[in-house]
């Protein structure tokens, strides 16, 4: 599309065309190329700089051709009222191009940015009086890669960790890239620290790269995970449960798939539960067995706003921040870091989530 629309109809000489066009063609193949550099489309192993290249390459590619098809869509348009053949400058294929650049290069910068602390309060019903005011910070959707080094994670980290919460949850994807491959990047993950702990659910991504060995791994860091399975809070007397799920890819990898009910097994009777649960898809499946309150990452928010539509769809309509579901809450969030294969952000920050409970009458939610 944009070789045969926006690239060929210039006034170039051909040399220059058929240059323009490789290059075009070499950005366009980044997942064949990040394949070729780790065995996955998921890992990059190029240098940072590199990565963030390609990514803003691909993102202006994409972003072009759908810029040309809404000028294309104009020219039309034009010449159904003209009645009249429309020629359209090339001063506009090549303002277009620059848009498309200067929107790629702000939705990279806006993904790999350590982001701020977002604060909502989530009235849980049933929450015990002790519990009321409790602080938690989610963080999901880390992708700690190539493109979301050490450095990067030891600022979330350190953010984290100031945040002045009760409780650190991560709800998956933790990493893009083996044991091997992330072992120093994900390192400052040891650091984070809260009074009532660090729990944790594995993401989609962590059954791409030896699951076990992942989850060992992140384990070792002093993450508490929680696969199908559930942690009892209690504060003299009152108590508050921490469920956890696997991720619905698990099966593909021959794991163990989400099950809620023996991720509850234990929990007495009128404890309310929050559900860590990577993708938000089944939040009524939770909602229907009682949870009080579900996290979930895994979409991105969207990443770009108009696309959030169409990630919405896929998720049963749950993209990005609260819904009501039945009696239950849903926290999507936008997510803390982002898949380095297409990393922009135009309209859906990325955040790190600070989520005060309230009991019910003490705050609108």
Do not use: C
């Given at each position: 599309?944009?070789i045969?629309?926006?690239?060929?109809?210039?006034?170039?000489?051909?040399?220059?065309?058929?240059?323009?066009?490789?290059?075009?063609?070499?950005?366009?193949?980044?997942?064949?190329?990040?394949?070729?550099?780790?065995?996955?489309?998921?890992?990059?192993?190029?240098?940072?700089?590199?990565?963030?290249?390609?990514?803003?390459?691909?993102?202006?590619?994409?972003?072009?051709?759908?810029?040309?098809?809404?000028?294309?869509?104009?020219?039309?348009?034009?010449?159904?009222?003209?009645?009249?053949?429309?020629?359209?400058?090339?001063?506009?294929?090549?303002?277009?191009?620059?848009?498309?650049?200067?929107?790629a290069?702000?939705?990279?910068?806006?993904?790999?940015?350590?982001?701020?602390?977002?604060?909502?309060?989530?009235?849980?019903?049933d929450?015990?009086?002790?519990?009321d005011?409790?602080?938690?910070?989610?963080?999901?959707?880390?992708?700690?890669?190539?493109?979301?080094?050490?450095?990067?994670?030891?600022?979330?980290?350190?953010?984290?960790?100031?945040?002045?919460?009760?409780?650190?949850?991560?709800?998956?994807?933790?990493?893009?890239?083996?044991?091997?491959?992330?072992?120093?990047?994900?390192?400052?993950?040891?650091?984070?620290?809260?009074?009532?702990?660090?729990?944790?659910?594995?993401?989609?991504?962590?059954?791409?790269?030896?699951y076990?060995?992942w989850?060992?791994?992140?384990?070792?860091?002093?993450?508490?995970?929680?696969?199908?399975?559930?942690?009892?809070?209690?504060?003299?007397?009152?108590?508050?449960?921490?469920?956890?799920?696997?991720?619905?890819?698990?099966?593909?990898?021959?794991?163990?798939?989400?099950?809620?009910?023996?991720?509850?097994?234990?929990?007495?009777?009128?404890?309310?539960?929050?559900?860590?649960?990577?993708?938000?898809?089944?939040?009524?499946?939770?909602?229907?067995?009682?949870?009080?309150?579900?996290?979930?990452?895994?979409?991105?928010?969207?990443?770009?706003?108009?696309?959030?539509?169409i990630?919405?769809?896929?998720?049963?309509?749950?993209?990005?921040?609260?819904?009501?579901?039945?009696?239950?809450?849903?926290y999507?969030?936008?997510?803390?870091?982002?898949?380095?294969?297409?990393?922009?952000?135009?309209?859906?920050?990325?955040?790190?989530?600070?989520?005060?409970?309230?009991?019910?009458?003490?705050?609108?939610?």
């Amino acid at each position: 599309m944009v070789i045969a629309r926006w690239l060929w109809p210039l006034s170039l000489p051909l040399g220059v065309t058929l240059l323009v066009a490789l290059l075009v063609l070499a950005a366009s193949q980044y997942h064949l190329w990040s394949r070729l550099s780790s065995g996955s489309v998921f890992a990059p192993e190029f240098p940072r700089a590199l990565v963030i290249a390609f990514n803003v390459a691909f993102g202006a590619i994409i972003l072009l051709a759908v810029l040309q098809i809404l000028l294309d869509i104009g020219m039309l348009l034009a010449m159904a009222v003209q009645r009249a053949p429309v020629a359209v400058p090339d001063a506009w294929r090549y303002a277009i191009a620059v848009l498309a650049v200067a929107l790629a290069a702000l939705g990279v910068a806006n993904a790999v940015r350590v982001p701020p602390v977002k604060d909502i309060d989530v009235v849980v019903r049933d929450l015990p009086p002790r519990y009321d005011g409790y602080r938690l910070l989610q963080l999901t959707d880390l992708h700690i890669s190539r493109l979301f080094p050490a450095r990067w994670a030891s600022a979330v980290v350190d953010r984290a960790n100031a945040s002045g919460v009760d409780l650190i949850v991560v709800t998956g994807d933790f990493i893009d890239g083996s044991v091997a491959m992330r072992e120093r990047d994900v390192a400052p993950l040891a650091r984070l620290r809260a009074p009532d702990g660090v729990y944790a659910i594995p993401g989609n991504h962590e059954y791409f790269f030896d699951y076990a060995a992942w989850m060992r791994h992140l384990s070792d860091l002093g993450i508490r995970m929680l696969p199908n399975a559930n942690r009892v809070l209690e504060r003299q007397g009152e108590r508050l449960a921490i469920v956890g799920v696997t991720d619905l890819s698990a099966p593909g990898a021959g794991q163990a798939g989400p099950d809620l009910a023996t991720a509850m097994r234990g929990i007495p009777a009128g404890v309310p539960v929050v559900l860590l649960d990577h993708q938000p898809r089944n939040a009524r499946y939770g909602a229907e067995r009682g949870v009080a309150l579900q996290l979930s990452g895994h979409t991105h928010g969207g990443m770009i706003r108009g696309l959030d539509r169409i990630v919405a769809r896929a998720n049963n309509g749950y993209v990005s921040g609260r819904y009501r579901v039945g009696d239950m809450t849903l926290y999507v969030s936008n997510g803390t870091g982002l898949w380095p294969g297409f990393a922009l952000r135009l309209g859906t920050p990325s955040e790190m989530t600070r989520i005060t409970l309230r009991r019910p009458g003490d705050s609108p939610g």
